[in-house]
C-alpha cells in the first residue's frame, strides 16, 4: 500500500469531454497517492437527464436520450476506447433507454434512478480510460458502498453502513489497485437508487474520504482556487492558498459555488485535509482547506448570494408572551420552508429565505403567507441579497462595523446579523447594489489589506 491515501473527485466540467478526461487521467498517473476516484457526470447530462421529468411525450424524451447518447458515444471515439469500453457504455445506454421508453410520469423515486445514469455513464468511460492508460483501476458501483436514507432527491448518508461497505469492499482493492467510483449515488436500505442532492458529488467523496480515514480529499474543477469574492463581478478577487474548514463551510453556505455545503463535514469530523485545484491548471495553485492555520485574517472572503426574501411578522402579541416564535417556526416547517437569517425584536421578527433555491419560490405560497397572517401582520420583501462577510473572530474584533457603515452609508440595510457566528457578519441589500456593494467592502477589508 502507498503512505498516504488521497481521495480524488473530478466535476462534470473536468469530465466534460475526451480532451477534459485525459487531462484527469495524466493528473492520476502521476501521483500514486490518487487511490480513489470519484467522478460527476459529464457536464449538463445531470440536467438534461433531470429535464425527463418535465415531458410525458415518448419523442420528447427518445430526443433527450439521444442527446445523452451522442455525447457519450462522441467521448467514447474521441477517446480511442477499447472494444470493452464501448460494451459496457452500451450496456448503461441501452439501461437508459428502456427506462425512458415509458409514457407514465416519473416520480421522485424514478427520477433518483435516471438522475444515476450520468454519473455511471461517465465513470464507465473514465475507467476504461484509465485502463487503457494502463492505470491499474478497477470500477465500483457507488450505489453498493454509499448507503443512505430513502429522501428520494437529498439522501442522508448512513456513515457507519458506509464505513462497514468500504471496509469490506473498497479496501481490500486497494491494496494492489485504484478504485474508480461515481459521486452524487447511493442507494437505500432496500438497494434502491438515491442521490445525494444536485452537486452532491463533493460529498460523496468527502463521505469515502471519511471511511477510508483518507489523508487528502481533492476536488478538481474548473476554477484555479477558491476566491476571496466570485471574479466575475469583483476583478481585484483574489485566489485563497489556504483557509480553515470554518471559513470554507461559511463560504459554502453563503452561496461560493465552489464546494457543495455539505463537503466539509465529513473532512471535519475527521480532520481530512481538503485540496480545490483546477484540472485545466493542475500546476497553478489551488486551495488548501485545513483544520487550523496561524494565519487568520478578520476578513478572507465575502459572498453575495441574490435572490432572497425578507419576511418581517410583526404582533403585539408578542410583547411579554411565550411561545409566539414557536408558533410562527411551526407553520414555516409544515410549508416545509427553512429560514437562513433571523433578528427579532419584541414585537416583530424578521427572517430571510433563500429564494435561489429550487422550489422555495412554490413553497413561499399565498396558502402560508395566509397561515402567517393567523398570527401577525406581514411584510414581504423581494429581490435582495444577501452579503456575507466571512473571517475569524468577527464576534470579538473592534473595528469591523464602523468602517463597513461607513462604506455603506449610502445604501439601504435591510437587515443585519452579527454575532450568532464568529465567522460571519451579514446583511441583505437591494439585489440592483449587491455587486456595488461587494467591490466595495472587497477593496477596504481585502485588496487593501494584500498590497
Ligand atoms: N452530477 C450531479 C449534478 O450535476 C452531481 C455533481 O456533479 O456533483 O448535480
Ligand atoms: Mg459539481
Redesign the pocket.
Known amino acids: 500500500m502507498p503512505d498516504l491515501i488521497k481521495v480524488a473527485k473530478f466535476?462534470?466540467t473536468s469530465v466534460a469531454d475526451a480532451e477534459a478526461m485525459k487531462r484527469c487521467a495524466s493528473i492520476i498517473e502521476v501521483d500514486r497517492d490518487k487511490r480513489v476516484i470519484v467522478v460527476?457526470a459529464t457536464s449538463g447530462t445531470t440536467n438534461l437527464l433531470s429535464s425527463l421529468s418535465e415531458t410525458e411525450d415518448p419523442s420528447e424524451r427518445l430526443a433527450v436520450y439521444r442527446q445523452i447518447e451522442q455525447k457519450h458515444l462522441e467521448i467514447l471515439n474521441n477517446l480511442n476506447s477499447p472494444k470493452e469500453t464501448g460494451n459496457n457504455l452500451q450496456i448503461v445506454l441501452n439501461e437508459l433507454r428502456e427506462k425512458i421508453t415509458t409514457s407514465e410520469p416519473y416520480d421522485i423515486r424514478a427520477m433518483d434512478e435516471l438522475l444515476s445514469f450520468g454519473e455511471r455513464l461517465s465513470s464507465t468511460l473514465f475507467t476504461g480510460l484509465l485502463n487503457d492508460k494502463g492505470i491499474d483501476a478497477e470500477f465500483i458501483d457507488a450505489r453498493d458502498i454509499i448507503k443512505t436514507d430513502s429522501e428520494f432527491g437529498h439522501a442522508e448518508p448512513l456513515v457507519d453502513l458506509i464505513r462497514k461497505k468500504v471496509t469490506d469492499q473498497l479496501v481490500p482493492k486497494l491494496k494492489t489497485k485504484r478504485v474508480v467510483t461515481q459521486g452524487f449515488i447511493g442507494s437505500d436500505k432496500n438497494g434502491t437508487t438515491t442521490t445525494l442532492g444536485r452537486?452532491g458529488?463533493?460529498y460523496s467523496a468527502a463521505l469515502l474520504a471519511e471511511a477510508l480515514d483518507a489523508d487528502v480529499l481533492e476536488i478538481w474543477t474548473d476554477v484555479n482556487a477558491i476566491y476571496s469574492t466570485d471574479p466575475r463581478i469583483c476583478p481585484e478577487a483574489i485566489p485563497i492558498t489556504e483557509m480553515t474548514f470554518d471559513e470554507a463551510a461559511e463560504l459554502s453556505f453563503f452561496g461560493a459555488k465552489v464546494l457543495h455545503p455539505a463537503t466539509l463535514k465529513p473532512a471535519i469530523r475527521k480532520n481530512i485535509k481538503v485540496y480545490v485545484g483546477s484540472s485545466i491548471h493542475p500546476n497553478q495553485p489551488g486551495t488548501w482547506i485545513v483544520k487550523n492555520i496561524t494565519q487568520k485574517p478578520i476578513i478572507r472572503a465575502i459572498s453575495l448570494r441574490p435572490e432572497q426574501t425578507l419576511i418581517t411578522v410583526h404582533s403585539l402579541d408578542m410583547l411579554h408572551r411565550h411561545g409566539f416564535l414557536a408558533k410562527l417556526f411551526q407553520i414555516l416547517a409544515d410549508f416545509n420552508i427553512s429560514v437562513d437569517l433571523v433578528t427579532t425584536s419584541e414585537v416583530s421578527v424578521s427572517l430571510t429565505i433563500d429564494t435561489n433555491q429550487k422550489g422555495m419560490h412554490k413553497r413561499l405560497s399565498p396558502e402560508m403567507l395566509l397561515e402567517l397572517e393567523k398570527i401577525a401582520h406581514v411584510k414581504v420583501e423581494r429581490e435582495l441579497a444577501l452579503i456575507a462577510l466571512v473571517g475569524n473572530n468577527l464576534d470579538s474584533t473592534a473595528g469591523v462595523s464602523g468602517p463597513l457603515f461607513n462604506l455603506l452609508d449610502s445604501i439601504n440595510i435591510r437587515m443585519i446579523c452579527h454575532g450568532a457566528s464568529s465567522h460571519n457578519l451579514c446583511f441583505l441589500v437591494n439585489e440592483s447594489e449587491a455587486t456595488g456593494v461587494v467591490r466595495k467592502l472587497h477593496e477596504h477589508f481585502i485588496s487593501k489589506k494584500v498590497s
Open positions: 466535476g462534470g460527476s452537486g458529488s463533493d
